[in-house]
């Protein structure tokens, strides 16, 4: 266990009073080509990021859902499993995410209970890096390993975006949560999201003494506040 996810474990025990079934992580990502073509049947090609979010995570058979984010000031959303439904306005602020996942496997015909979650990210929010996928798809990895639910990182990216797109109410495309959910280390994701077919391209830059740089212009963006939908629908 890393540093980094032996500090996450030891987080969630002082929250909950228990240790974490076990800790996940998935990596926000950029963009080589492809940049608002996903939802138009276009060929994307992302790679992750080393930054990551983690989810200390205990499964709990009574249907009681708990999440905490060390994020975002404010203490435990308490939720239960069977009264999760989509909020009327698509808020439900930053445990949306998380809560969204669990409803969307359930939707789908998984039997997902309840469950501790704490959730860290070092993906920048804002900053089109796909901070939120990354919360997706972290919950996704933990859920599907703690019920057995047998189901693909990319099956996994289906259920994450469905989770934004229903539950928080953003109409994304397939690549943010794909990306996460599918890249591998020294390569690119070719995704054609016509069919979802995916292809890694090797990009091994430290191989050959290159770096990628991902600069920070310190301009923000938020997907959920309506300016994406209006942007789809032109």
Not at 93 to 122: F, I, K, M, N, Q
Not at 139 to 145: G, Q
Not at 207 to 216: I, K, N, P, Y
Request: hydrophobic residues 45%.
């Amino acid at each position: 266990m890393t540093d980094a996810a032996a500090a996450v474990a030891e987080r969630f025990t002082t929250l909950y009073g228990a240790r974490p079934d076990g800790v996940w992580a998935a990596p926000g990502r950029v963009n080589l080509i492809g940049e608002y073509t996903d939802f138009n049947d276009g060929f994307v090609l992302p790679l992750a990021l080393p930054h990551t979010a983690l989810a200390a995570v205990r499964r709990r058979d009574d249907g009681v859902l708990r999440l905490h984010s060390a994020d975002v000031d404010g203490g435990v959303v308490r939720l239960r499993a069977d009264d999760l439904a989509p909020p009327a306005d698509g808020g439900g602020g930053w445990a949306a995410y998380p809560a969204g996942v669990v409803w969307a496997l359930r939707e789908a015909g998984h039997a997902v209970g309840g469950a501790d979650v704490h959730l860290t990210s070092t993906v920048p929010t804002g900053a089109g890096l796909s901070s939120s996928a990354a919360l997706e798809v972290v919950t996704a990895l933990a859920l599907n390993d703690l019920y057995a639910l047998g189901l693909s990182g990319a099956r996994l990216a289906v259920v994450a975006q469905r989770a934004e797109n229903a539950f928080v109410g953003v109409p994304c495309g397939i690549m943010d949560q794909t990306a996460s959910a599918c890249c591998a280390q020294g390569h690119a994701l070719h995704l054609d999201t016509r069919d979802l077919t995916r292809r890694q391209v090797p990009f091994d830059l430290a191989a050959h003494g290159l770096e990628l740089l991902v600069v920070d212009t310190r301009v923000k963006h938020a997907l959920g506040d309506g300016a994406y939908a209006e942007r789809r629908e032109g």
